[in-house]
């Protein structure tokens, strides 16, 4: 009796000492919406490399391309005073929500890794507040890529576009021979990500520039931008009727299987392309949107870091913020992810002819000044401007509404917002 009540007591005091210690396994909430194939994968590594140092990886992934709807998350859990340990939030919102006083100041592990050493500073000064760290830096995605199936486009007899004229011409031919041209997602942030492509490629990048990023009323209601939203009618014109809200990577998979023959994307299409196990010059060819060639359009993730008490977690926190920038997941993350690592010193062997390309154009275009940040992507403007932009092109998109109309509108409209 006296036995099997200390064995039961031995039991409970084990198990309570389980409980403490898993407690106090540092332990980081990650809200982040990386949940396509592609996307899944790369993301994954992280929660790897933070698992082998003894931590735990929650994960908070909410599905929606873009972020919106874990933008939507993010805003509800803070406001209930209940933010995740790490977010995934870009660009000049990172202001606004160390405007708020909620995160973590990051500077000691940048200044024990040296990020400032490694990282670009038009980068870094978007991870700093007040001159201090308060996001890590991911990677660099291209937005103005085209993806196309080779095999689609020869059974058509049609060449891979290099100009719109091109293109226009390529698109009838697949269509004759019963492929869908362009696989399209129509959700306002996909409409935006192909429509700020074909801005570029007709404006060029100083037109983008004035446009999307200095949000100036003589650019965005210009011959040029009408120009731009004719062609992207046109675009429209070879897409399949079923668009209407399809996510991204249900588009990647059309041209994956060869239903279609291109997709206007960022390459994070390229993390599809290669989860699928297909390989870029034979299965799939990454070519710039016609006529943007020299422009090279960035994207940048990153993680914003909220303050945490607990000790044990304030040391997970740090080492995800290290890890991320170190050698290893900025290696293989973005090999399989399709974007380019964010800091110097990572080996290039193990990337395929896509990246390298992103990485000699990332750096011609810097030199050239012809690097823009993203308006679709949150890099450009104020999150209120870039809600007034989608307004207008999905507007645009959905209805019958003039060229003319819209690029007034889109003067009308940031106004609004500013
Ligand atoms: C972008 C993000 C990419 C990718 C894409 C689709 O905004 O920067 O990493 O996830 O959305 O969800």
Known sequence: MVRRFSIQLFAVFIASFMMVSLVKAGEVEVLHWWTSGGEAKSVAVLKGLLEKEG??????????????NAMTVLKTRAVSGNPPTAAQVKGPQIQDWADEGLL?????????EKWDDMVPKVVADIMKYEGHYVAVPVNVHRIN????????FKKAGAQIPKTWEEFEASAKKIKEAGFIPVAFGGQAWQEATVFESIVVGQGGAEFYKKAFVDVDPKALNSS???????????????????APGRDWNLATGMVIKGDAAMQFMG????????????????????????????????NIDSFIMFEVKDKESQKAQSAMARLILGET????????????????GIPTANFDSVALQSMDD??????????????????????????????????????????EKAAAEFVNAAAAAM
């Not at 890529?145 to 689609?152: D, R, Y």
């Not at 030199?367 to 007034?388: D, I, N």
Request: neutral net charge; proline residues 6%.
């Open 55 to 68: 931590h735990v990886w929650k994960d908070m992934a909410v599905a929606g391309g873009a972020g919106a």
């Open 104 to 112: 973590t100041n990051l500077d000691p592990v940048a200044k024990q």
């Open 145 to 152: 890529w085209m993806w196309c199936n080779p095999e689609v």
């Open 224 to 242: 040029t931008m009408i120009k731009a939203l004719d062609t992207f009618k046109m675009v429209k014109s070879y897409t399949d009727k079923d």
């Open 267 to 298: 390459d994070w299409a390229k993390g599809e392309f290669l989860a699928a196990g297909k390989k870029p010059g034979e299965d799939f060819v990454a070519m710039p949107v016609p006529e943007s060639a020299g422009t090279f359009l960035f």
């Open 329 to 344: 997941f900025q290696e293989v993350f973005n090999v399989n992810k399709g974007s380019i690592p964010v800091r110097s």
């Open 362 to 403: 990332f750096k011609e275009a810097a030199a050239k000044g012809t690097l823009h940040p993203s308006m679709a992507h949150e890099m450009a403007v104020s999150p209120a401007v870039r809600g007034a932009f989608f307004d207008v092109i999905t507007n645009f998109y959905n209805s019958n509404m003039t060229a």
